[in-house]
């Protein structure tokens, strides 16, 4: 197993991932009007901007260019996740941003409150709702953060590092999406377990580990 060049190893990641999401680019959030206008929207994400790694099909914004240059392991698990949802966003197309979005989204729906005063219920949806929808296409990308890490063997203390995935499930990084900290935790131990003695195959997983070890 190659584990000795991560540069190597983020280059034929991102060469990868060219072949396989037409359209792929690396940008820089502080050019971006579509960033500097979210960043001002998710109010509740102080630090979308700068220290979030954000993709929009079939982009990615990194806070900025060059970027990560001094810590290739991190940028390469970082652009292995963000893959995952280009990756799940290709297969699935625009149920992707509804999945992503839900509930959150239904609440455009209050703007047939004119018709129906029912439909201002919608409004409900604004509020840090969980979305098991959101966690579970984000729980797919932070799996993949975590297979990459312990690829190059990069994490120091196994439990803290779950304990800081799981974080970003319960508190307002991603608006409250999850709060079952505790089961994150477990099933992120029980995949890493059960693909390590071949229990469990998790093709996307398989597939940018192989990229790693060319």
Known sequence: MDVSH???????????????????????????????LLTKLLFFNKNFLTNYVTTIYPKVYVPEIPWKEDDPISATATLAHEYVHLKDRKRMGFLFNFLYL?????????????FNPW??????????????????????GYR???????????????????????????NSSYYWMFPA?????????????????????ISEVREIISILQK
């Open 144 to 170: 993949m953060t975590l297979f990459v890490y312990e690829h190059y063997g990069a994490i120091m203390v196994f439990d803290d590092f779950i304990d800081w995935i799981a974080e970003h499930f319960t």
């Open 119 to 140: 439909w201002y219920l919608c409004l409900l949806c604004a509020l840090p709702i969980p979305s098991p929808t959101r966690a579970w296409l984000e729980y797919r």
């Open 102 to 114: 839900f509930p959150q989204n239904l609440v455009f729906f209050s703007l047939l409150g004119i």
């Open 6 to 36: 991560p540069k190597q190893g983020r280059e034929r990641l991102e060469q990868f991932i060219k072949s396989q999401i037409p359209g792929f680019q690396i940008e820089d959030k502080r050019k971006s009007p579509i960033m500097r």
């Open 181 to 201: 900290k505790s089961f994150i935790k477990s099933k992120l131990k029980r995949d890493i377990f059960l693909y390590g003695s071949q229990q469990k195959d």
